[in-house]
T-cell receptor, first 113, second 113 residues
Framework: EPEVTQTPSHQVTQMGQEVILRCVPI?????FYWYRQILGQKVEFLVS????????KSEIFDDQFSVERPDGSNFTLKIRSTKLEDSAMYFC???????????FGPGTRLTVL | QKEVEQDPGPLSVPEGAIVSLNCTYS??????FMWYRQYSRKGPELLMY????GNKEDGRFTAQVDKSSKYISLFIRDSQPSDSATYLC?????????????FGKGTTLSVSS
């Protein structure tokens, strides 16, 4: 069964550093998403992406964040100048055209020291 | 304003019990409702999707929506130890790809054998 994959599973970085989280969505899906879950809190929407453009973004997704589809298979979330409060699980998801069913990857645990 | 409320539990039941999980919401724009299951250190996995008031059944799982009360439920019959996980309700205002899902905090369920 096709699934969303994410790398790395755990990323540790120093405050102020840039990190790139990587996702490989399900191959025939065209919509891609990033969510985050701070420990003990809700899963929160960050951004959705379609046709090389941001479709929707939350107020969390400020200038510190950017997304990119650098090639035909990867979807990335870049966090510039990480802060302690960026420590969270980051989930990538994808969905097919015309379907709002979102399939989630296993997540990347980001720890900012 | 907390858009989606969900009792985090934990909820502990014996094997074979009927489990009731609930969410309330305040935004009447929400029209589409989902239940996700999340095992420890994994991404959310879609269990049920519904958009109309009433019941939807899938095996041991029944999703119930009451839009007039802004209340949704997930019932698990004949619960099994493998059902032990965190259950997240999620909802959206539009039935189209690219739309943000708004999650509840999740209820942690433990089923003992």
């Amino acid at each position: 069964e096709p699934e969303v994959t994410q790398t790395p599973s755990h990323q540790v970085t120093q405050m102020g550093q840039e990190v790139i989280l990587r996702c490989v969505p399900i191959s025939n899906h065209l919509y891609f998403y990033w969510y985050r879950q701070i420990l003990g809190q809700k899963v929160e929407f960050l951004v959705s992406f379609y046709n090389n453009e941001i479709s929707e973004k939350s107020e969390i997704f400020d200038d510190q964040f950017s997304v990119e589809r650098p090639d035909g298979s990867n979807f990335t979330l870049k966090i510039r100048s990480t802060k302690l409060e960026d420590s969270a699980m980051y989930f990538c998801a994808s969905s097919g055209t015309g379907s709002d069913t979102q399939y989630f990857g296993p997540g990347t645990r980001l720890t900012v020291l | 304003q907390k858009e989606v409320e969900q009792d985090p539990g934990p909820l502990s039941v014996p094997e074979g019990a009927i489990v009731s999980l609930n969410c309330t919401y305040s935004n009447s724009a929400f029209q589409y409702f989902m239940w996700y299951r999340q095992y420890s250190r994994k991404g959310p996995e879609l269990l049920m999707y519904t958009y109309s008031s009433g019941n939807k059944e899938d095996g041991r799982f029944t999703a119930q929506v009451d839009k007039s009360s802004k209340y949704i439920s997930l019932f698990i019959r004949d619960s099994q130890p493998s059902d032990s996980a965190t259950y997240l309700c999620a909802m959206s205002a539009a039935n189209q790809a690219g739309t943000a899902l708004i999650f509840g905090k999740g209820t942690t369920l433990s089923v003992s054998s």
